[in-house]
Nanobody, 122 residues
Framework: QVQLVESGGGLVQAGGSLRLSCAAS????????MGWFRQAPGKEREFVAA????????YYGDSVKGRFTISRDNAKNTVYLRMDSLKAEDTAVYYC???????????????WGQGTQVIVSS
């Protein structure tokens, strides 16, 4: 059974930082690309960042480029999202996702976590 468990969300002031983690089990983590997505109330799900299995290919959504950093630790079966210079518009539920193959954000991600809430107060 595949499980993706996000953690690290919470309430932070604008300009602050958070680091999200996503622990994976039930998959051979080092063979999967990992992505972060988010969904704000009343809005469609948005791509945030993705990283391929080796970490050699990384993608970011335009709204987070230069502020967010995705990384992974294959030894710990964990992917991270470091979020700096947070803005009120970053408020959303953040989801971790996994797919076998390319990290291309246009690809379909097969496995999803339950999400972690991030609230940025202005």
């Amino acid at each position: 059974q595949v499980q993706l468990v996000e953690s690290g969300g919470g309430l932070v002031q604008a300009g602050g930082s958070l680091r999200l983690s996503c622990a994976a089990s039930g998959i051979t983590f080092s063979t999967y690309s990992m992505g972060w997505f988010r969904q704000a109330p009343g809005k469609e799900r948005e791509f945030v960042a993705a990283i391929n299995r080796s970490g050699g290919s990384i993608y970011y959504g335009d709204s987070v480029k230069g502020r967010f950093t995705i990384s992974r630790d294959n030894a710990k079966n964990t992917v991270y999202l470091r979020m700096d210079s947070l803005k009120a518009e970053d408020t959303a539920v953040y989801y971790c996702a996994a797919r076998y193959g390319s990290a291309d954000p246009a690809s379909v991600y097969r496995y999803w976590g339950q999400g972690t809430q991030v609230i940025v107060s202005s």
